[in-house]
């Protein structure tokens, strides 16, 4: 798949687990089934929030197939991160055998040179198989691996297989110019550029020329406006409903818990029945809880999609 067709609003899905820990399979239909039905360009299983070291490789399928059968043909991006390359090819096959778009690979933390990463990502392809169409994740915050423009340009210089680059930097404004710039001088080849952080700066990442979002934020119905709107060049519509989310935006962007208090507003939502994470991980406090309710119906005065039923 090419990435022109990595446009638009591609959420994170997080997965939904019972109370002890197994695979919750009902809000994981219902779940996937809304996020096709906001109208979301595709879908990502199997990434960090996803909490996907946690799954096995069965469950890990399983997530693949039904994105597959709830979003149709609509690409399905595939995180395949692994601490070696034997799994990470295992699991990139199959989940392309099974439907998938893309897969998604995240640098190891013990990159430190440019060569260094460079070099990996030419494994990984040689790995995967260069038929294998792939997602460079650059999360310096959380991986500890800094790319700069230019490494990300040898990598996609490199590797015609690379399709888009999940643009997680903070701050990263000037690196998306940057990579644009390099286009437009001819030294890079177009690529997608979808962003993530929660979309906590895709306001102005749609202006420095993003095609869109990648992130698991609770409400992805407000990414989809957002990205929408600055594509009809609707700029303050699309600012004023981005700064209405950007409270509750910013209090699931805090480290550690952040995954915590996405899934406790997507189950106030009803779009999960449990807010569990698989061990090790654990849920908000009773007090952080009375918080997230109260920036939620302060949102709702704004977006009745934060009005909660009970």
Not at 105 to 113: G, M, S, Y
Not at 280 to 285: F, H, K, L, Q, Y
Request: glycine letters at 10%; hydrophobic letters at 45%.
């Amino acid at each position: 798949m090419s990435q022109s067709a990595y446009r638009g609003v591609f959420p994170i899905a997080p997965t939904a687990f019972l109370p002890d820990g197994t695979l919750d399979r009902a809000s994981t239909a219902k779940l996937f089934d809304h996020y096709a039905a906001i109208g979301s360009t595709g879908l990502t299983v199997l990434g960090i929030m996803g909490e996907a070291p946690k799954l096995d490789h069965a469950e890990s399928i399983y997530l693949v197939k039904e994105a597959v059968r709830a979003m149709g043909k609509a690409p399905i991006i595939v995180g395949v991160s692994a601490p070696g390359f034997a799994s990470m090819r295992a699991l990139a096959r199959e989940a392309m055998e099974h439907g998938a778009g893309s897969v998604m690979i995240a640098p190891p933390n013990t990159l430190r040179t440019d060569d260094q990463i460079v070099n990996y990502y030419a494994q990984a392809v040689e790995a995967i198989g260069t038929d294998v169409p792939f997602v460079i994740q650059d999360y310096p915050l959380t991986l500890s691996v800094v790319m700069t423009p230019k490494v990300i340009q040898r990598i996609v210089t490199d590797n015609p297989s690379c399709v888009m680059l999940k643009h997680e930097d903070w701050p990263g404004l000037e690196k998306i110019s940057a990579l644009r710039n390099f286009e437009k001088d001819g030294s890079l080849r177009k690529i997608a550029i979808l962003c993530g952080n929660g979309g906590l700066f895709l306001d102005f990442e749609m202006e420095r020329g993003a095609d869109g979002a990648n992130t698991g934020y609770a409400f992805p119905e407000m990414l989809i406006d957002v990205v929408n709107l600055m594509g009809k060049g609707e700029r303050d519509a699309a600012h004023d409903l981005f700064d209405a989310h950007l409270p509750l935006l910013r209090y699931e962007q805090q480290p550690a818990i952040g995954l915590a208090v996405r899934k406790y507003v997507m189950m106030r939502r009803g779009l999960i029945a449990h807010d569990a994470q698989r061990k090790p991980g654990g849920g908000i406090s009773a007090t952080a809880k009375t918080e997230v309710d109260y920036l939620l119906s302060r949102l709702a005065k704004h977006d009745r999609r934060a009005a909660l039923k009970g």
